[in-house]
């Protein structure tokens, strides 16, 4: 012998939970995104800095030659050598003072 069961069962519509799920994988995606942007830029900033600080020590190097190189140019040794060999000039000085005639202006005297 069977029992009927003569209830009738309810139809529960199914919640609307795709949504929820689907807003919080977006945010989760974007979160993510956001993370992958921030750490590449950071990443590349810092190979910026790298490179303009290797570029800024080699330039400080040449400067700082060019420098020494200058001061070695301007010294009194090497152009009073120059002058010796290349221009065959003396180093004799004359410890007389000569005074030239002063040249009359138009009538103004010093």
């Known amino acids: 012998m069977t029992i009927k069961n003569n209830i009738r069962r309810k139809i529960i519509p199914p919640k609307k939970a795709e949504f929820y799920w689907i807003a919080i994988i977006c ?3 974007c979160e ?3 993370y ?3 750490r590449t830029e950071s990443t590349q900033t810092i190979l910026q800095i790298s490179t303009l600080q290797k570029t ?7 400067q700082k030659a060019l420098s020494i190189e200058r ?10 050598r120059i002058a010796k060999t290349r221009l065959n000039l003396s180093t004799v000085t004359i410890n007389q ?4 005639p002063a040249t009359e202006t138009k009538g103004k005297e010093y």
Do not use: Q
Request: net charge neutral; glycine share 0%; no cysteine.
């Open 27 to 29: 945010i989760v995606f």
């Open 32 to 34: 993510l995104l956001a």
């Open 36 to 38: 992958t942007w921030v």
């Open 56 to 62: 800024l020590a080699e330039k400080s190097d040449y």
């Open 71 to 80: 001061n070695r140019l301007k010294s009194d040794e090497r152009i009073t």
């Open 97 to 100: 003072t000569i005074y030239f």
